[in-house]
């Protein structure tokens, strides 16, 4: 199963490079890593993306904590979680079906951030379903390059108690 | 005052405590070199880096106390790796100082340069490149603290050049803290109990020990909670001196090479203490069949350890000796008569077990005879990687924590030399034997020469067969005797070799002569080297076949 995981890194040079030889020396799969400053300056927030069984999951988790980089891991996959990922895709689009792919992009309420001779670039974000969803919908016009960001996620506050 | 980056190791070495580095000099390293030069601390000169950080890593179990080597960039670096993995797999305190070529220059293929963090980082518990040096002391702080605290392990510090050059004020932290590395406290008393309970209710307990219990210094404490608890105990290679070999309740080495009796005693236990071990596969065989009816109390210091290779049911997560205090406190002391009784039985029926034949000189008898000459001295014992560290592992019973050190997670041949010369530097009044392999001691035997420049008076007893006998065995066992580049047509005449390294050799063939020669050895206060020329095609028994069950024994 896929597990979401938020991990808190010291923000240093090297950092990633520890995260992501852990990954391929002991052999888990990363299927997205996206990493960045927190609001925190010297903190950096990696979200992974990794499959595996329970047991596969129980050790990855625990290996990252043995970084001494690594200051924190939550596997958010079971909590109530906010999840975003950001794709830009270059669609075939000569100007007889442009109108249709506007549609499509409209509909998944993406954008259209550049226009070219024969191509539009399209700028998509949204949880795992969405993204997959919009490129499915692309992909009979001809898709000549596509990339994300990886996923990126966040739980969700508490919420207010109803009475 | 300000000092400059190569006063500063030097002055944080000393705060650290340290008596002694392992290191092999070269243009990186030249300001630190030049510093140590006034510097109390000694140096000893190694002659090739792999001797450094294994003789670093042999002080270090010999001692108790981390073990530090340096190398200078490019190199001198690499040449350290085979050191730094075999610290990093057996989990032993090294801190190993790189030189790096300056700052400015890295990145550029600059002339002896090697990204030594970047090659080291998966064998490694932390490493640092140097960047500034006004971090360079909190740093220093910071390796000692990683490389000494939970579960131990080798820290790399990669130092350029310009670093030693600069100048800070120096000012040693005391402590440092960090947000991501935190040492397991106190373990849980729930946990403690539900263990306790659960001895009590066992009647085939086994008593599993490793190398944890080594290097959290509670030999004592285990000998206490097996006595109590009358529960039998077997130790891993690692493990050996955690519990006195030749104390009734123990059941020695477990394993491909171990006894039959402790084989059977795991397998058919109802309750697997596992004390500092880490279910390796050379000690569970197939995993599948491995215990089918014990359950799993894991006292371990790494979480990480809980549940990799086997399924536990009560982890206990923290520093072995505060961990079984309590529990000599709490446990319930179960019945374990009949138990007992028939380990008595699988010992008298399983014994180890090897013939004597005339005219032969057999490498079991060898280590016997070490054994009964060393076994009332303060001794050390250091092996190979072979025959010979099995042979070592079954015959030489070890008595007490850090008298047996041997490269168990790598295996790497030609540790033994090199860290029995850390071992003796570490131990200066211990006699200390390397169990050497005819094949093994050609890795490193340069280092004899290193023994010999510090008068050190190690004995190397070398079991001499004539080939790779370990991968010789595999191949007659399972490739149809097909001696694939195993087999050696020309060795060195090892008694001449000890002659022009200015060290002492002795040729032993016949069993009569070992007893003699190992007195003289012991009595010379030089290196020697006995070549014991033994049985060539002796096999180690009894054997578990990669992957087959624990019960599948072979030659017993
Ligand atoms: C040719 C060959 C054959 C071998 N055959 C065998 C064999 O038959 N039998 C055998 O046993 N081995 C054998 N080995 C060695 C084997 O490969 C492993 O190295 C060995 O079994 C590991 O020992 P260990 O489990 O004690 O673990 P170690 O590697 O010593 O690990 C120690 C464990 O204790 C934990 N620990 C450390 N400090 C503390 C502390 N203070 N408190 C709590 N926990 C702590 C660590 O986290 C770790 O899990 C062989 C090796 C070779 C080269
Ligand atoms: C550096 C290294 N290379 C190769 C091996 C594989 N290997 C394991 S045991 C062995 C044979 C060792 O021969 P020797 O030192 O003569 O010991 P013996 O088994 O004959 O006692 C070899 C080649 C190893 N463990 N380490
Ligand atoms: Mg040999």
């Given at each position: 199963m896929r597990h979401t995981l938020a991990v808190l890194v010291e923000n240093q040079p090297g950092v990633l490079t520890r995260v992501a030889g852990l990954f391929s020396r002991r052999g888990y799969n990363i299927e997205s890593l996206a990493v960045g400053e927190t609001h925190e300056p010297t903190i950096s927030r990696m979200t992974i993306v990794v499959d595996g069984d329970d047991l596969v999951?129980?050790?990855?988790?625990?290996?990252?904590?043995?970084?001494?980089?690594?200051?924190?891991?939550?596997?958010?996959?079971?909590?109530?979680y906010v999840d975003r990922e950001l794709v830009l895709i270059k669609v075939n689009a000569e100007p007889s079906i442009r109108g249709e792919i506007m549609q499509i992009v409209d509909i998944f309420r993406a954008r259209i951030v550049d226009i070219g001779y024969n191509t539009l670039i399209i700028e998509c974000t949204g949880d795992e379903g969405k993204i997959r969803a919009i490129e499915k919908s692309l992909k009979p016009f001809g898709i000549l390059e596509l990339v994300r960001t990886g996923k990126i996620a966040m739980v969700r506050g508490q919420k207010y108690e109803e009475d | 005052?300000?000092?400059?980056?190569?006063?500063?190791?030097?002055?944080?070495?000393?705060?650290?405590?340290?008596?002694?580095v392992f290191g092999y000099p070269g243009g990186?390293?030249?300001?630190?070199?030049?510093?140590?030069?006034?510097?109390?601390?000694?140096?000893?000169?190694?002659?090739?880096?792999q001797g450094a950080a294994h003789a670093a890593d042999g002080y270090a179990r010999a001692t108790g106390k981390p073990g530090v080597c340096i190398a200078t960039s490019g190199p001198g670096a690499t040449n350290l790796v085979t050191g730094i993995a075999n610290a990093y797999m057996d989990s032993v305190p090294i801190i190993a100082f790189t030189g790096q070529v300056n700052l400015s220059a890295i990145g550029r293929d600059s002339f002896q340069e090697a990204d030594i963090t970047g090659i080291t980082l998966p064998i490694v518990k932390h490493s640092y490149l140097v960047k500034d040096v006004n971090q360079l002391a909190a740093t220093i702080r910071a390796a000692f603290h990683i490389a000494t605290t939970g579960r131990p392990g080798p820290v790399l510090i990669d130092l350029p050049k310009d670093i030693t050059i600069a100048q800070a004020e120096f000012e040693y932290p005391p402590q440092v803290t960090f947000r991501g590395y935190r040492v397991p406290g106190r373990c849980d008393s729930a946990q403690v109990y539900q263990a306790a309970?659960?001895?009590?209710?066992?009647?085939?307990?086994?008593?599993?020990?490793?190398?944890?219990?080594?290097?959290?210094?509670?030999?004592?404490?285990?000998?206490?909670?097996?006595?109590?608890?009358?529960?039998?105990?077997?130790?891993?290679?690692?493990?050996?001196?955690?519990?006195?070999?030749?104390?009734?309740?123990?059941?020695?080495?477990?394993?491909?090479?171990?006894?039959?009796?402790?084989?059977?005693?795991?397998?058919?236990?109802?309750?697997?203490?596992?004390?500092?071990?880490?279910?390796?596969?050379?000690?569970?065989?197939?995993?599948?069949?491995?215990?089918?009816?014990?359950?799993?109390?894991?006292?371990?210091?790494?979480?990480?350890?809980?549940?990799?290779?086997?399924?536990?049911?009560?982890?206990?997560?923290?520093?072995?000796?505060?961990?079984?205090?309590?529990?000599?406190?709490?446990?319930?002391?179960?019945?374990?008569?009949?138990?007992?009784?028939?380990?008595?039985?699988?010992?008298?029926?399983?014994?180890?077990?090897?013939?004597?034949?005339?005219?032969?000189?057999?490498?079991?008898?060898?280590?016997?005879?070490?054994?009964?000459?060393?076994?009332?001295?303060?001794?050390v014992i250091t092996t190979e990687v072979g025959q010979n560290q099995m042979w070592a592992a079954q015959y030489y019973k070890a008595l007490r924590p850090r008298t047996f050190i041997s490269s168990g997670g790598l295996g790497t041949m030609g540790f033994g030399l090199p860290a029995a010369v850390g071992a003796q530097i570490g131990r200066p009044d211990a006699v200390v034997f390397d169990i050497a392999g005819d094949g093994s001691i050609q890795m490193t035997v340069q280092e004899l020469a290193t023994a010999v420049q510090y008068n050190l008076p190690i004995n190397i007893a070398i079991l001499n067969n004539r080939f790779l006998g370990m991968v010789r065995q595999w191949q007659e066992l399972f490739n149809n005797k097909r001696y694939s580049q195993t087999e050696f047509p020309d060795l060195p005449d090892f008694v001449k070799l000890a002659e022009a390294y200015g060290a002492v050799g002795m040729r032993v063939t016949r069993s009569e002569e070992v007893r003699p020669a190992l007195e003289r050895a012991i009595a010379t206060p030089k290196p020697v080297i006995i070549d014991f020329v033994i049985a060539r095609e002796e096999n180690v028994f009894p054997m578990v076949p990669a992957g087959e069950s624990l019960t599948k024994m072979v030659g017993c």
């Amino acid at each position: 199963m896929r597990h979401t995981l938020a991990v808190l890194v010291e923000n240093q040079p090297g950092v990633l490079t520890r995260v992501a030889g852990l990954f391929s020396r002991r052999g888990y799969n990363i299927e997205s890593l996206a990493v960045g400053e927190t609001h925190e300056p010297t903190i950096s927030r990696m979200t992974i993306v990794v499959d595996g069984d329970d047991l596969v999951i129980e050790q990855v988790v625990k290996q990252l904590n043995k970084l001494i980089d690594v200051i924190d891991v939550q596997d958010v996959t079971q909590a109530e979680y906010v999840d975003r990922e950001l794709v830009l895709i270059k669609v075939n689009a000569e100007p007889s079906i442009r109108g249709e792919i506007m549609q499509i992009v409209d509909i998944f309420r993406a954008r259209i951030v550049d226009i070219g001779y024969n191509t539009l670039i399209i700028e998509c974000t949204g949880d795992e379903g969405k993204i997959r969803a919009i490129e499915k919908s692309l992909k009979p016009f001809g898709i000549l390059e596509l990339v994300r960001t990886g996923k990126i996620a966040m739980v969700r506050g508490q919420k207010y108690e109803e009475d | 005052m300000k000092l400059t980056g190569a006063e500063i190791i030097c002055k944080a070495l000393e705060y650290e405590g340290v008596e002694v580095v392992f290191g092999y000099p070269g243009g990186a390293v030249l300001p630190l070199y030049d510093k140590l030069y006034d510097s109390p601390i000694r140096h000893i000169l190694v002659r090739h880096e792999q001797g450094a950080a294994h003789a670093a890593d042999g002080y270090a179990r010999a001692t108790g106390k981390p073990g530090v080597c340096i190398a200078t960039s490019g190199p001198g670096a690499t040449n350290l790796v085979t050191g730094i993995a075999n610290a990093y797999m057996d989990s032993v305190p090294i801190i190993a100082f790189t030189g790096q070529v300056n700052l400015s220059a890295i990145g550029r293929d600059s002339f002896q340069e090697a990204d030594i963090t970047g090659i080291t980082l998966p064998i490694v518990k932390h490493s640092y490149l140097v960047k500034d040096v006004n971090q360079l002391a909190a740093t220093i702080r910071a390796a000692f603290h990683i490389a000494t605290t939970g579960r131990p392990g080798p820290v790399l510090i990669d130092l350029p050049k310009d670093i030693t050059i600069a100048q800070a004020e120096f000012e040693y932290p005391p402590q440092v803290t960090f947000r991501g590395y935190r040492v397991p406290g106190r373990c849980d008393s729930a946990q403690v109990y539900q263990a306790a309970r659960a001895i009590g209710e066992a009647r085939k307990p086994v008593i599993y020990a490793g190398g944890g219990v080594i290097s959290s210094n509670a030999a004592e404490e285990l000998r206490e909670f097996a006595e109590k608890t009358r529960i039998p105990v077997t130790n891993t290679l690692l493990g050996k001196g955690s519990f006195p070999e030749t104390h009734p309740l123990s059941l020695g080495m477990v394993g491909m090479h171990g006894t039959a009796y402790a084989n059977y005693a795991v397998s058919y236990s109802d309750l697997i203490i596992a004390i500092g071990a880490r279910f390796d596969d050379r000690v569970t065989g197939r995993l599948d069949t491995f215990a089918p009816n014990a359950r799993v109390i894991h006292i371990d210091i790494d979480p990480a350890e809980i549940g990799k290779n086997v399924r536990v049911h009560i982890p206990l997560i923290g520093d072995v000796k505060p961990i079984l205090k309590e529990l000599i406190q709490r446990v319930e002391v179960p019945d374990t008569r009949e138990w007992l009784k028939q380990i008595e039985q699988w010992k008298a029926e399983y014994p180890l077990r090897y013939t004597n034949e005339e005219g032969v000189l057999k490498p079991q008898y060898v280590i016997e005879q070490i054994w009964e000459i060393t076994r009332d001295k303060n001794a050390v014992i250091t092996t190979e990687v072979g025959q010979n560290q099995m042979w070592a592992a079954q015959y030489y019973k070890a008595l007490r924590p850090r008298t047996f050190i041997s490269s168990g997670g790598l295996g790497t041949m030609g540790f033994g030399l090199p860290a029995a010369v850390g071992a003796q530097i570490g131990r200066p009044d211990a006699v200390v034997f390397d169990i050497a392999g005819d094949g093994s001691i050609q890795m490193t035997v340069q280092e004899l020469a290193t023994a010999v420049q510090y008068n050190l008076p190690i004995n190397i007893a070398i079991l001499n067969n004539r080939f790779l006998g370990m991968v010789r065995q595999w191949q007659e066992l399972f490739n149809n005797k097909r001696y694939s580049q195993t087999e050696f047509p020309d060795l060195p005449d090892f008694v001449k070799l000890a002659e022009a390294y200015g060290a002492v050799g002795m040729r032993v063939t016949r069993s009569e002569e070992v007893r003699p020669a190992l007195e003289r050895a012991i009595a010379t206060p030089k290196p020697v080297i006995i070549d014991f020329v033994i049985a060539r095609e002796e096999n180690v028994f009894p054997m578990v076949p990669a992957g087959e069950s624990l019960t599948k024994m072979v030659g017993c």
